[in-house]
């Protein structure tokens, strides 16, 4: 059964009552990243990969595991929807810098607070804390870029933060597609 105090405990958040929504979201996000590894162990030990909630929180909040983006991500937006919160989950294309158009293979959430759209991705790995805002541009090391430039979707990439890949600032050049999603 999910468990808000239990996964409270695994990632070591801790609840304010004054917080803000906003504020509250960017902590619950930073938390649950630092706590929580990617790891894709599953395949390679031959065991199956389950997306059923329940199996998905015994893996990573009871046994103390990692998960890969469609897992860690579903969790979290489980956890949002338990705290109120609205969201939707989106799916990523990597773009290689070549121009090749690769498949959809990440997943992340989009969260609408005060007004804005915020990327919910701790499923990503790496150094990028996330929990960021929607922008027209930005270079700041948790800031993202947007833009929603056709009908099919957005284009997004994480500026700064992220060592093995880049932003879309000019320097590195990760670039992901998202489709709208149902």
């Given at each position: ?7 409270f ?11 803000d929504?906003?504020q509250?979201?960017?902590r ?8 929580v590894?990617?790891e894709?162990?599953n ?10 909630i329940?199996d ?5 909040v009871r ?13 979290f937006?489980e956890?949002l929807?338990?705290?109120?919160y609205?969201?939707?989950p989106?799916?990523?294309r ?7 158009r690769?498949?959809?293979t990440?997943?992340l959430?989009?969260?609408?607070l ?11 790995g790496?150094?990028?804390?996330g ?6 541009a930005?270079?700041?090391t ?17 500026c700064?933060g992220?060592?093995?890949?880049g ?10 597609s ?5």
């Open positions: 059964m999910f468990n808000i105090d239990e996964y405990a695994r990632i070591g958040f801790v609840h304010r009552e004054s917080e929504r906003t509250q979201f960017i619950l996000h930073r938390c649950h990243s630092l706590a590894p990617f894709d162990f395949p390679f030990c031959g065991l199956a990969v389950s997306l059923d329940q998905i929180f015994e893996k990573v046994d103390r595991r990692g998960g890969y983006c469609f897992e860690l991500n579903r969790l937006q956890l929807h338990a705290l109120g609205q969201s939707r989106v799916l990523c990597p773009f290689s810098g070549e121009g090749e690769l498949p959809l990440h997943r959430s989009i969260v609408p005060d007004g804005q759209l915020w990327v919910a991705d701790v499923g990503l790496g150094e990028w804390m929990g960021a805002p929607f922008a027209e930005g270079t700041g948790d800031s993202v870029w947007a833009d929603i430039s056709n009908q099919r979707g957005f284009r997004i990439g994480v700064g992220i060592k093995a890949g932003c879309v600032c000019g320097s590195c050049g990760i670039r992901a998202l489709c709208r999603g149902k």
